[in-house]
C-alpha cells in the first residue's frame, strides 16, 4: 500500500507525506518520508513531482 500527500503552503513552498507500507509473512518492510519542497519558478505547475523513497535492496 503507498499513499502520499501534498500540500501547497505558497506558490513556491510545497510539503508533504508519503507512506509506503508493504507486509509478507516473514518480512515487513516499511516506509515514511516527510519533505519540503521549494520551486524557484513559481508559475511551474508540478504537483506530480512527489519524492520517492529509497528502494530496498531487496527489491532489485
Known amino acids: 500500500m503507498r499513499a502520499s500527500v501534498q500540500y501547497r503552503l505558497?506558490?513556491?513552498l510545497v510539503a508533504g507525506?508519503?507512506?509506503?507500507?508493504?507486509?509478507s509473512?516473514?518480512?515487513a518492510p516499511s516506509a515514511a518520508m516527510v519533505y519540503v519542497r521549494y520551486a524557484f519558478d513559481a508559475h511551474r505547475s508540478d504537483d506530480n513531482f512527489a519524492p520517492?523513497?529509497?528502494r530496498l535492496y531487496?527489491?532489485?
Open 10 to 12: 505558497n506558490p513556491k
Open 52 to 54: 520517492k523513497p529509497v
Open 17 to 23: 507525506i508519503r507512506i509506503d507500507v508493504e507486509h
Open 58 to 60: 531487496s527489491s532489485y
Open 25 to 27: 509473512h516473514d518480512y
